[in-house]
Nanobody, 123 residues
Framework: QVQLVESGGGLVQAGGSLRLSCGAS????????MGWFRQAPVKEREFATA????????AYADSVKGRFTISRDNAKNTMYLQMNSLKPEDTAVYYC????????????????WGQGTQVTVSS
């Protein structure tokens, strides 16, 4: 079965950086679009960024554009999220997810999810 496992979360000061990883198994990784979502306390899960199977196409939410960079290494079945210039409002549980087609931004259109990794940005 498909499994996604996030890692790399932690506590960082405002202005700092973190890199998240999402390892995938049980699928032909390069055939799948991947996305990062996040969910802050008492808020709905929201789209952050997505990447095509080959890595040539990406999409970003306005709130992270210019600060976050999504990438993937298909040889390692791993996706990454480089987060720079972090702000306290970036504090959330970050989830990776996958879908077969398209740079989707809707939670409901993704088929498989990881368990999430906590990112906390202190002011």
């Amino acid at each position: 079965q498909v499994q996604l496992v996030e890692s790399g979360g932690g506590l960082v000061q405002a202005g700092g950086s973190l890199r998240l990883s999402c390892g995938a198994s049980g699928l032909t990784f390069s055939n799948y679009y991947m996305g990062w979502f996040r969910q802050a306390p008492v808020k709905e899960r929201e789209f952050a960024t997505a990447i095509s199977g080959g890595g040539g196409a990406t999409a970003y939410a306005d709130s992270v554009k210019g600060r976050f960079t999504i990438s993937r290494d298909n040889a390692k079945n791993t996706m990454y999220l480089q987060m720079n210039s972090l702000k306290p409002e970036d504090t959330a549980v970050y989830y990776c997810a996958t879908r077969r087609y398209g740079l989707g931004r809707s939670v409901s259109t993704y088929d498989y999810w990881g368990q999430g990794t906590q990112v906390t940005v202190s002011s």
